[in-house]
């Protein structure tokens, strides 16, 4: 099947600093790349998406980057701060008709103070 | 609260049982999806259900099954379990028309243990 690969699988960083993750698709009609934060214990929490026609995406403290052409999408945390410690998982939609999501194997992010 | 409710939340059983999980998506939500997170495995997706028919499959074993009843719920049935079935199985659903791609709200899981 289409695949979503995601680099590192391991993050550590300081407070404060940049965290960037990255992922890659298979799939040419995946048209959808959200971003997933899973605390431990707790379920998938979506903290942003970006859509095939735009580029990059901004909130607060996180963005998100596209390049289409080369099927790449960067989740990218600024200020990182010790509540940011989770497993970030990128997704990208499946071309067929049921819109379901691919999962990357996610990042272990850890913010030490 | 997401607004997806599983249960049960914990399964204990043993090889070569049958199990069944069920899901309540959000009220509207018509696309129901499931997902199997193992240890170092990320989510993997098993299938969706949008409006009691099946729109999409994924990695599921033919061991398992689901479906979607008329009032939205879901059931996803795992059989002759073996120890590797052991997982956390998550339920998502998303609204809209399924004419694009959107957020996927998860439930709070189901922790499958088989012995």
């Known amino acids: 099947g289409e695949n979503v690969e995601q680099h590192p699988s391991t993050l550590s960083v300081q407070e404060g600093d940049s965290a960037v993750i990255k992922c890659t698709y298979s799939?040419?009609?995946?048209?959808?790349f959200p971003w997933y934060k899973q605390e431990l214990g707790k379920r998938p929490q979506l903290i942003i998406d970006i859509r095939s026609n735009v580029g990059e995406k901004k909130d607060q403290r996180i963005a998100v980057t596209l390049n289409k052409t080369a099927k790449h999408f960067s989740l990218h945390i600024t200020e990182t701060q010790p509540e940011d410690s989770a497993v970030y998982f990128c997704a990208a939609s499946m071309g067929n008709s049921g819109y379901a999501l691919n999962f990357g194997k996610g990042t272990s992010l850890l913010v030490t103070p | 609260d997401s607004g997806v409710t599983q249960t049960p939340k914990h399964l204990i059983t043993a090889t070569g049982q049958r199990v069944t999980l069920r899901c309540s998506p959000r009220s509207g939500d018509l696309s129901v999806y499931w997902y199997q997170q193992s240890l170092d495995q990320g989510l993997q997706f098993l299938i969706q259900?949008?409006?009691?028919?099946?729109?999409a499959k994924g990695n599921i074993l033919e061991r398992f099954s689901a479906q979607q009843f008329p009032d939205l719920h879901s059931e996803l049935n795992l059989s002759s379990l073996e120890l590797g079935d052991s997982a956390l199985y998550f339920c998502?659903?998303?609204?809209?028309?399924?004419?694009?791609?959107?957020?996927?709200?998860f439930g709070e899981g189901s922790r499958l243990t088989v012995l």
């Open positions: 259900y949008y409006n009691g028919e099946e729109r």
């Open positions: 799939d040419s009609a995946s048209n959808y």
């Open positions: 998502a659903s998303s609204g809209g028309g399924g004419t694009s791609a959107g957020e996927l709200f």
